[in-house]
């Protein structure tokens, strides 16, 4: 997990409002992925970003989820109007060849 | 999508025992990561493995690789206490996406 930052840790939000996860990279590392990751459930991928791009994003629900990646500054999961599905793991990850170094996570409670 | 099984879902044995846990799948790989999660946490990277048949040592764990490359396992002699986590299979082909396997949970009780 060295090196990887998610903030926050916890985040709780009322239906309807909206969420905002950030994820600074491993130092050097120009490229994030982001995953869901449900209770006895698996990671499921959900996008890939470079800096200024969105490479991958077909884990991504249709509605209410973007991802960015700015030039300057971390990645930002944003999920507008929350509903109580949304609550989840989220872990943001660096990718070194094909090893993933993940993020500690921010565990998003929708109320 | 290539979906990993893994079994068993949930494990509790004794400090002491050996256990064994599986990741399968009808897909090829061309490689295969192990990674174990504790609670709060973030998957920790265990192993990589990237040859058919290949076999992995990391202190008392030992991984394998099957030689179809579809299928691991992850053998754990003597288990104790801090070995109690979310054992988690990743198989990757030489792109940037890995598939996860659900897991399997480990509770070693003292």
């Known amino acids: 997990n060295a090196g990887v930052m998610q903030n926050p840790r916890h985040l709780v939000r009322r239906r309807g409002q909206e969420a905002r996860l950030r994820c600074s990279p491993m130092?050097?590392?120009?490229?994030v992925y982001w995953y869901r990751q449900l209770p006895e459930e698996g990671l499921k991928f959900m996008v890939y970003?470079?800096?200024?791009?969105?490479?991958?994003e077909s884990g991504m629900p249709k509605e209410r989820f973007s991802a960015e990646f700015p030039k300057e500054g971390p990645s930002i999961l944003r999920i507008q109007q929350v509903v109580r599905g949304d609550s989840a793991a989220y872990f943001c990850?660096?990718?070194?060849?094909?090893?993933?170094?993940f993020g500690q996570g921010t565990r998003l409670t929708v109320v | 999508t290539q979906l990993l099984e893994q079994s068993p879902q949930f494990l509790s044995i004794q400090e002491g025992e050996n256990l064994t846990v599986y990741c399968n799948s009808s897909?090829?790989?061309?490689?295969l990561q192990w990674y174990r999660q504790e609670p709060g946490e973030g998957p920790v990277l265990l192993v990589t493995?990237?040859?058919?048949?290949e076999v992995k040592k990391l202190k008392r764990l030992t991984f394998q690789f099957g030689d179809a490359r579809k299928d691991s396992s992850l053998h754990i002699t003597a288990a104790q206490p801090g070995d109690t986590g979310l054992y988690l299979c990743?198989?990757?082909?030489?792109?940037?996406?890995?598939?996860f396997g659900a897991g399997t949970t480990v509770t070693v009780r003292a």
């Open positions: 493995v990237v040859t058919g048949g």
């Open positions: 130092k050097g590392h120009s490229h």
């Open positions: 897909s090829v790989f061309s490689s």
């Open positions: 990850a660096s990718l070194l060849n094909t090893e993933a170094f």
């Open positions: 990743a198989g990757s082909n030489n792109d940037y996406k890995l598939s």
């Open positions: 970003l470079q800096k200024e791009n969105i490479i991958d």
